[in-house]
């Protein structure tokens, strides 16, 4: 027999993703090679803090996504071990750029 109690150390919000935002990513995505891109909601199974900071944007009249870039992690996330595959990084940085100039965001 097991007994669990569970202590609530903190709390967080939800947010949900800007729909218009979400496709110009996913759109961009599309035309980096090696790269594919899912507009599916997923629930996350943690905290994050980023929720408040999608919340306060859209609050103001901005759009906020949040993003998810898979690499492969040897050791899993969170650990002293992590590492991720660099390789997977520029694509993703690509995707990005190339969204938000396609919704009018120019470089400073």
């Not at 569970?6 to 995505?29: F, N, Q, Y």
């Amino acid at each position: 027999e097991l007994e669990v109690e569970i202590t609530p150390a903190g709390r967080t919000t939800t947010a949900e993703c800007s729909r218009p935002l979400a496709e110009a990513v996913a759109r961009a995505a599309e035309r980096v090679p090696n790269l594919r891109a899912t507009l599916e909601p997923k629930a996350a199974g943690g905290s994050e803090d980023a929720t408040y900071f999608m919340r306060r944007v859209q609050e103001r009249g901005g759009q906020a996504i949040y993003a998810c870039v898979g690499s492969r992690t040897p050791s899993g996330h969170h650990t002293p071990r992590f590492d991720i595959a660099e390789s997977d990084i520029a694509p993703a940085v690509q995707a990005l750029a190339t969204a938000l100039l396609a919704i009018g965001v120019n470089p400073p």
